[in-house]
């Protein structure tokens, strides 16, 4: 079964010279059926269970209307990042100085190695990164920000609203440098 | 002596059987895959190295359009409709509690919820309405349907909370967003997107090399 039979019936004469037509099978070769059909079962198994959505966990902080009780932080440990319009990224580390001279540019792929080096040289308890998105940025960005901070394992980060300078530093570089995408 | 001969057996398995296996368990999977039903809301969400499955059942769903219109959408029928008769009661909307309940999701201020539940259901598409209005901080309308959430389900496990957002969106719109989430004492939200995975060398990539767990 499950094949062709093409063997015939050739034991048996009926005689010289009498010709006898070969009887076909009407069995049909299901393999490749079965092939194609388990091709498929798989194709489904596959699409079924792997484009699952995932969740990105989010915990805020309770506003602290005093300021003696927000949280402190070193400022040798603190790096705050900022997200302009088209992608771009700028950043500094502890306090912003009146000039701006500590403020920089950056994108997203290279706010990881940022992010790696400063990792590398400030104690842990120490580090803590500031995200300040603008409002010309995108749900994108924070969430691409957000998972960086998963990405480079960084547990103490905050979201903390831009203020009016910030976003006025953010315009002027973007003014001056073409945006990078 | 006879010995009874062997009958000499062909090495040639039947397929049939196989085959019919192989096709009804492709029928099962054809009919079970769930295609992604056509939605009202088109969102693209963004991707995040974040491996857990987000809720399927049992939650609350803020969805932010590209344009930063906000709606809500959630699974709990009966729960609806105690929010529908606490907003009729509260706040004299005059709802259409039936309506309400078959609703899929909610997407526009509360004067004119009314009008809205008057749109047949398939003619409402999320690029078309309004949406809850969020931006002015002094009256987040998010904020008043997210309190009757949390008091329908005062005293009983609380829903997932989740945040569904296009990439395009803005930013003052997802921060209205958390503000109503944080007025309400909502500290935990859960954010869908796009599994990735962790890139090549990062601390991430290494724990996941490690097999250590990583707090979520």
Request: net charge positive; aromatic share 8%.
């Amino acid at each position: 079964m499950a094949e062709m039979d093409t063997s015939g019936g050739g034991g048996h004469k009926k005689g010289p010279g009498v010709k006898k037509g070969k009887k076909l099978s009407t069995r049909v070769d299901l393999t490749p059926m079965v092939d194609l059909g388990f091709l498929l079962i798989t194709f489904f198994i596959f699409t079924t269970t792997m484009s699952q959505p995932t969740a990105m966990k989010l915990t805020v902080p309770k506003d602290a209307d005093k300021p003696e009780d927000q949280n402190k932080a070193k400022e040798s440990g603190v790096i705050t990042i900022l997200l302009g319009k088209d992608n771009n990224v700028f950043y500094y580390e502890g306090q912003l100085t009146p000039n701006a001279s500590n403020f920089k540019s950056t994108s997203f792929k290279e706010i990881r190695t940022v992010l790696i080096d400063k990792k590398r040289n400030t104690p842990e308890q120490d580090l803590v990164v500031i995200l300040k998105p603008s409002s010309q940025c995108t749900y994108k960005n924070v969430i691409d920000i957000l998972d960086e901070m998963a990405i480079n394992v960084l547990k103490r980060y905050a979201l903390v609203d831009i203020l009016a300078v910030e976003e006025s530093l953010i315009k002027l570089s973007e003014g001056s440098t073409a945006p990078t995408k | 002596m006879g010995r009874a001969k062997l009958p000499r057996k062909s090495t040639n398995i039947d397929m049939t059987a196989m085959c019919d296996v192989a096709f009804l368990l492709l029928s099962f999977f054809i009919l079970t895959t769930k295609f992604k039903p056509a939605e009202a809301i088109a969102v693209t969400t963004p991707n995040s190295v974040a491996a857990k499955v987000a809720p399927q059942k049992d939650y609350i769903m803020v969805i932010l359009d590209k344009d930063g219109k906000v709606f809500l959408e959630m699974d709990d029928k009966g729960k609806k409709e105690t929010i529908a008769n606490s907003l009729n009661a509260t706040r004299s909307l005059n709802l259409n509690v039936q309506a309400f309940k078959n609703a899929l999701f909610i997407g526009a201020p509360l004067g004119s919820m009314s009008s809205f539940l008057a749109i047949p259901e398939e003619n409402r598409k999320g690029d078309k309405l309004p949406g809850i209005p969020v931006l002015d901080s002094a009256n987040n309308e998010l904020v008043i349907w997210l309190r009757a959430v949390k008091d329908a389900y005062l005293g009983l496990k609380e829903p997932a909370f989740l945040l569904k957002g296009d990439n395009m969106a803005k930013y003052p719109s997802f921060k209205a967003v958390i503000d109503a989430f944080k007025k309400n004492e909502i500290f935990k939200f859960q954010m869908i997107t796009n599994p990735e995975a962790a890139p090549l060398g990062t601390d991430l990539w290494r724990m996941n090399q490690t097999g250590e767990k990583r707090e979520e």
